[in-house]
């Protein structure tokens, strides 16, 4: 299965820590060798960058992290194929413009019959020939009706992506992030482990506050598959949703999971 990666952020900052070592999963001490994808978000609009070969030992990687690219909001994600050829169009995360806005999303699962489950994609066409995009491009379609009235309201949007991940439960393992620009939603629900097994957790969280160079207060919050540093991440419970922006966890689908513990560092990513 697949690994994810985000960042929310207070001020722009660079995630090179985290990113070098998810892309180790990525091929090196990993298997998940069949595509790599990160989106930064700047100025209202995504750098994405996509490549169908594995993380580790891409000299696209390396380019990137030498340019060291700051943002306050970042989904990674890498690859190990399970449905869909090892090609660029079937490279994560996916982005889509949806109400004059870039909405980006990454899945990691595996969503078998999505296409005959009652979940359709009519609006929004996917590109390739993963279940994810697929189930992307429908979660679009259910937010459609609130954007055409202009940007709707956090709680508004939350309750459509609860929604929606419910039932994208029912079909298998379905951990997502998505973010419509402003806010990172991310839903953990159960992944395979090294033992083969798939049980929860699907995704961790680790909340921030750092010393940037310039001394001002910074808070990131980060959400991966995996922990990928020795700090206490916390587990999402199985079928959590949380919600991210500017760096903290603003609200969760499991109120007492909004007690993450913010811890102390010096540089954020």
């Known amino acids: 299965m697949?690994?994810?990666l985000a960042m929310s952020?207070?001020?722009?900052?660079s995630l090179r820590t985290?990113?070098?070592e998810l892309a180790r999963h990525g091929g090196g001490t990993g298997p998940h060798r069949d595509g790599w994808g990160v989106a930064y978000m700047r100025d209202g609009d995504a750098f994405v960058v996509r490549e169908p070969d594995a993380a580790h030992g891409s000299e696209l990687l390396a380019f990137l992290q030498q340019r060291d690219s700051w943002s306050d909001l970042v989904i990674a994600h890498i690859?190990?194929?399970t449905q869909g050829a090892r090609l660029l169009r079937n490279t994560q995360p996916f982005e889509r413009e949806l109400g004059g806005r870039v909405h980006l999303f990454a899945h990691n699962g595996m969503l078998p019959g999505i296409e005959h489950a009652g979940l359709r994609a009519r609006d929004n066409r996917p590109v390739g020939d993963t279940d994810?995009?697929?189930a992307f491009c429908v979660l679009l379609d259910r937010l459609r009706p609130l954007w055409r009235r202009g940007t709707p309201s956090l709680p508004e949007r939350l309750r459509e992506v609860i929604a929606f991940a419910a039932e994208l439960r029912t079909l298998g393992p379905a951990n997502f992030l998505y973010s419509d620009g402003e806010v990172i939603f991310a839903h953990g629900h159960r992944r395979r482990g090294d033992d083969g097994e798939?049980?929860?957790p699907g995704l961790h969280v680790l909340c921030r506050q750092c010393v940037e160079r310039s001394d001002v207060a910074?808070?990131?919050a980060l959400v991966a598959s995996v922990p990928l540093t020795a700090e206490p991440w916390?587990?999402?419970v199985e079928g959590e949703v949380i919600v991210l922006r500017e760096g903290r966890v603003l609200q969760s689908s499991h109120a007492a999971s909004l007690e993450a513990r913010s811890q102390p560092v010096e540089h954020a990513g």
């Open 218 to 220: 910074q808070h990131v």
């Open 18 to 20: 985290s990113l070098a």
């Open 132 to 134: 994810s995009e697929y």
């Open 198 to 200: 798939i049980r929860p």
């Open 9 to 13: 952020a207070r001020a722009p900052t």
């Open 79 to 81: 690859r190990r194929a």
């Open 234 to 236: 916390r587990a999402l």
């Open 2 to 4: 697949c690994e994810l």
